[in-house]
């Protein structure tokens, strides 16, 4: 953020790098249950991220002081493969960076699974990022959150999240790298649709409180269309064999 | 963290009607004592003391690489240890994801902030110093993002700035102050028994279901933190960004009374 050397002007005739308007999100495509092991998964192409997301459990919560006698535990672990950014081979496995995202992520998912059917058991959500192009967090949430669904465990919300982040003066929707190392601000938000509660909220940079309240609205906006590319994955399977079905008869 | 369900059920049915510890108001801080360069061994030094919350934070400054997206400038590490002697729950060994958050968000907000003009920290051509901010939790009783924030501008505010001259780091003498480049502070606010509340103290916190740090200076916010289960709608969110900014004013003043000039 605000690194000064060699900035590139992020928006030119109001469209950004890659031609988006600051209101346009980036393609999104949802698979839903790639990974035949786990309860349920997903699989996210955000533009050029790619991320995995897989959920196992409800199980029973080990190491046993980890488990709660009135609600299942929820675990989280977001990793970023060490091949995944364009710079450097990255080291694999936990930094402190991935610590924080886990938490944070894992807090969302705590706000909507109804743990306390499931005392003594823990629900584990992996989130692998494969391939990195900025707002990888948001991409894994809304990822997991398909995954989640597409396992049955209940909820009474399926989140979605997405990131609004300031070049120069304007709200942009959805920051790429590039845009996410030259912005003025990234703030990831993550709101369950139903309700519209905010279920994760981080922010860094430089927003005025006007600002803050038109980020969270474009938020709202672009919500809408992710919810409906989330559900779309869940209901694909399921409408392909209702075509063979068709077909059929 | 883990309080008997009778002082829990004491403290909701006392928050319901609008009371607490001490008779403190619903949006006003404990009591905060700064007490700076306690450790005149360290660039720079603070003691916060808030409520019960004791949070130690000490600056070190060393000669070395820039990062390399920003060879130009200084850097800033911030780590956060949550000690084994300050609450009965806090275990020794790696960081844990409250001590890695804590650290993450504090750093945020001196970062996005502009806190230390970190221009001013270039060197020469592949040296700069790098600024170690450490916060040691001396006593656990809630609220640490916001006494850690604190302590930990106040440090820097008060931070002397080494020289670096024929190789050698000079720490002592006729040394001037850490160059800072702007003041922002944090609120962090949480709901509790259905009420929001500003500055959690430890027995509060234990059953808090959502919280929300706002690192703010003047006109931004510079860093905000959304943590728990629990969650906020929008309506509130801009609530709390309004109210921060209003009471960030005291906070900066605290600061500002600090140093002698």
């Avoid at chain 2, 309080?3 to 404990?30: D, H, P």
């Avoid at chain 2, 009965?88 to 996005?112: Q, T």
């Avoid at chain 2, 916010?221 to 959304?226: E, F, L, S």
Wanted: hydrophobic share 35%.
């Amino acid at each position: 953020m605000g690194n000064s050397a060699n900035k590139p002007e992020l928006i030119i005739d109001g469209r950004r790098l890659d031609g988006r308007t600051p209101e346009q999100l980036r393609q999104i495509k949802i698979t839903a249950n790639p990974i035949r092991n786990a309860a349920g998964s997903a699989f996210i192409e955000w533009g050029n991220n790619k991320i995995l997301a897989a959920v196992y459990g409800p199980r029973e919560a080990l190491p046993k002081h980890t488990q709660d006698p009135n609600r299942a535990v929820i675990k989280c672990r977001y990793t970023m493969a060490p091949f995944s950014s364009l710079e450097e081979h990255g080291r694999p496995g936990m930094n402190r960076r991935a610590i924080e995202i886990s938490k944070v992520t894992r807090e969302v998912f705590e706000n909507v699974i109804l743990t306390d059917l499931f005392p003594g058991n823990e629900i584990s959500i992996f989130i692998e990022v494969l391939q990195s192009d900025g707002g990888t967090r948001a991409a894994g949430i809304t990822c997991a959150s398909v995954a989640l669904a597409a396992s049955g465990i209940p909820m009474r919300d399926m989140p979605f999240a997405v990131s609004v982040g300031k070049a120069s003066d304007t709200l942009i929707i959805d920051m790429n790298k590039i845009e996410d190392n030259y912005s003025n601000a990234d703030m990831p938000v993550a709101i369950n649709p139903r309700t519209k509660e905010i279920n994760l909220l981080q922010m860094d940079g430089e927003l005025t409180p006007e600002e803050v309240h038109r980020g969270l609205e474009m938020i709202q906006k672009a919500g809408e269309t992710i919810t409906k590319i989330q559900r779309e994955a869940l209901k694909a399977p399921y409408e392909k064999v209702n075509e063979k079905y068709k077909a059929s008869i | 963290m883990n309080i008997s369900t009778i002082t829990e059920q004491y403290i909701r049915e006392r928050l319901t009607k609008g009371v607490r510890e001490n008779g403190r108001g619903m949006m006003s801080f404990r009591d905060i004592n700064l007490e700076i360069g306690k450790i005149p061994n360290a660039e720079g030094s603070a003691e916060i003391n808030l409520g019960n919350t004791k949070v130690l934070v000490g600056i070190k400054m060393d000669v070395g690489e820039p990062m390399r997206d920003k060879p130009d400038e200084g850097s800033i590490m911030t780590g956060a240890e949550l000690l084994p002697l300050a609450h009965h729950s806090y275990d020794a060994g790696p960081p844990s994801a409250e001590a890695v958050e804590l650290a993450r968000v504090v750093d945020r907000g001196i970062r996005a902030a502009n806190i230390i003009d970190v221009k001013k920290l270039f060197i020469e051509e592949g040296k700069s110093w790098n600024v170690f901010i450490d916060l040691y939790v001396l006593n656990y009783d809630g609220n640490l993002f916001d006494s850690a924030t604190l302590a930990a501008v106040a440090a820097l505010y008060n931070s002397r700035m080494p020289k670096y001259e024929g190789e050698k780091v000079i720490r002592e003498g006729n040394l001037e102050k850490l160059p800072i480049g702007n003041l922002a502070t944090s609120c962090t606010y949480a709901k509790v028994a259905g009420t929001t509340v500003l500055d959690t103290d430890g027995s509060e916190e234990d059953f808090a279901d959502v919280r929300m740090t706002i690192s703010n200076d003047e006109k931004h916010v510079r860093a905000m933190q959304k943590g728990l289960g629990g969650a906020f709608t929008p309506g509130e969110v801009d609530k709390l960004v309004e109210a921060s900014f209003e009471k960030s004013k005291e906070l900066r003043k605290i600061i500002q009374g600090t140093r002698g000039d």
